[in-house]
């Protein structure tokens, strides 16, 4: 429990087979360091982890920059198709279409009062003309509804 740590540890020495030979230089530095195997692995394990984090910065900025460009490209993309597929000329087309089936099949269901389509007509014209002010139609929209009630 802890002896181990305040008993002097002994120096080895090995002899090597071959004479190896350092500068003078060399050993006084190594034998005036303070460094010991731990702190040396410490600085080791620091300089591992900066770099590993570089690296995954690197690698997260790259991999965020490719899927921002996809997403803007996929987003641009289909933009260009709605676009495309969606002018002006083409949506009035295609609710005129709807707009005349759905008086086709409103014609089969139910026979509806000259009184009843002329209302209709007045509302819807009056909201086309008053495009800002709704409410200014509301007596046509009262008049269609009780039209409406009436027929029920």
Do not use: H
Request: proline share 3%.
């Amino acid at each position: 429990m802890g002896a181990s740590a305040s008993k002097p540890t002994e120096t080895k020495v090995f002899t090597p087979q071959t004479p190896v030979d350092f500068s003078p230089s060399l050993v006084s530095q190594l034998e005036k360091s303070v460094e010991t195997d731990y702190t040396r692995s410490q600085y080791t394990e620091k300089y591992l982890e900066d770099k590993v984090n570089e690296k995954l910065d690197v690698l997260l900025k790259d991999s965020q920059l490719k899927f921002d460009e996809t997403l803007k490209n996929s987003i641009l993309n289909k933009d260009l198709e709605k676009d495309s597929n969606l002018s002006t000329s083409k949506i009035d087309e295609k609710i005129s279409i709807l707009q005349k089936n759905l008086n086709n099949k409103e014609s089969k269901f139910i026979k509806l009062s000259d009184e009843l389509i002329k209302s209709k007509e007045s509302v819807s014209s009056c909201l086309i003309q008053n495009k800002e002010k709704p409410l200014n139609c509301w007596d046509e929209v009262k008049n269609f509804e009780k039209l409406v009630n009436e027929l029920k």
